[in-house]
């Protein structure tokens, strides 16, 4: 009797190949994106907090945009990827032994990157915005407050040598997953079939991956080493600088009472180091 194949053999073809679009689009491209708005804090505290005010002046449409355009592809991509992973065959005698290892990597980098994202999300946004869900998970997760970008996620990324450690581990695997992945892509859609085009693609992925592992690095260092957590100087500074924009954007009409309450660092845990220091929107001082 014929037994009729499953789900995923029967619409592999389409799976895979939206599987390695959405790699590179939207997952790929967000992840640079999101890397460059992050490194921007080089630029000093107003920049980055600048660019979280443009994100979040999408106001209701956001967790629409977030959804539609991160988190189901990545879930879509992530979970895939498993069923992917589940499928593969070890594959010592059929390729060379660099190919082998990149094969591999590209496995293991996969996991790491999914299981990272999952917890940098919890770390950073909290997963669901819920008072009593917020007090739960204080000081693991939640730590990002929008309106108090750089202070915020200074205190979160120095809150102990293993988050940092994370981070830097977390980065590396998405860089080489979406590195090598524009490498695998390449097969994937027939673009380098030949053994010189496919050289040729080697320098193309190893370009991408130095380019965006060092915009990486430059984000993460700008929350690990610029400015130390400690310092409640400069934390001050920091908070000071945040409050100001707060207090023009409140004036301006920009932004609501109501969504600063929501928005600024105002619990217990690294992200309000001293609670006195952040005020309640409508007592900061004008500059
Ligand atoms: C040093 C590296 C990184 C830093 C400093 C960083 C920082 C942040 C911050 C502050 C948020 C919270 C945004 C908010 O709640 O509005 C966030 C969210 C997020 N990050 Fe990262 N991130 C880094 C690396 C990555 C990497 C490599 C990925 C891989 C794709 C990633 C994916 C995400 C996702 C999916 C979200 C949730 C987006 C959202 O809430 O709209 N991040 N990140």
Redesign the pocket.
């Known amino acids: 009797m014929d037994e009729k194949p499953s789900f995923w053999v029967r619409h592999e073809f389409l799976l895979r190949r939206l599987h390695s679009l959405t790699g590179l689009v939207p997952?790929g491209a967000?992840?640079v994106i999101?890397?460059l708005t992050?490194a921007s804090i080089w630029n000093g505290p107003a920049s980055f907090q600048a660019a979280?005010y443009q994100?979040?002046s999408l106001g209701r449409l956001?967790p629409v945009i977030?959804w539609t355009f991160?988190?189901i592809p990545?879930l879509f991509h992530g979970l895939y990827g498993l069923v992917i992973i589940s499928e593969s065959q070890p594959n010592s005698g059929t390729y060379p032994y660099v190919s082998n290892i990149r094969y591999t990597l590209q496995r293991a980098t996969g996991l790491i990157?999914f299981l990272?994202?999952g917890w940098?999300?919890f770390h950073?946004?909290g997963w669901i915005h819920s008072e009593a869900w917020r007090q739960l998970i204080d000081p693991w997760g939640g730590q990002?407050a929008?309106f108090n970008?750089a202070s915020?996620?200074t205190a979160?990324?120095q809150q102990s040598m293993w988050v940092s450690v994370v981070?830097?581990v977390?980065?590396a695997a998405?860089?080489y997953h979406l590195a090598n992945g524009i490498w695998t892509m390449g097969i994937t859609w027939g673009l380098w079939t030949s053994p010189a085009a496919q050289r040729r693609a080697d320098w193309v992925a190893l370009a991408v991956g130095v380019v965006v592992f060092a915009l990486?690095?430059s984000?993460?260092s700008?929350?690990?080493l610029r400015v130390d957590a400690d310092d409640p100087q400069a934390m001050e500074a920091m908070r000071a600088v945040e409050q100001r924009m707060l207090e023009r954007r409140l004036h301006e009409g920009l932004v609501t009472e109501e969504e600063a309450r929501h928005k600024t660092a105002h619990r217990s845990g690294p992200r309000a180091e001293s609670p006195e220091a952040v005020t309640s929107p409508g007592q900061a001082q004008e500059p």
Do not use: S
């Open positions: 997952v967000y992840m999101h890397l992050n979280v994100i979040h956001l977030e991160i988190f990545i990157a990272f994202i940098h999300v950073m946004h990002f929008p970008a915020t996620a979160a990324m981070y830097v977390g980065v998405c860089v990486g690095i984000a993460w700008g929350f690990a």
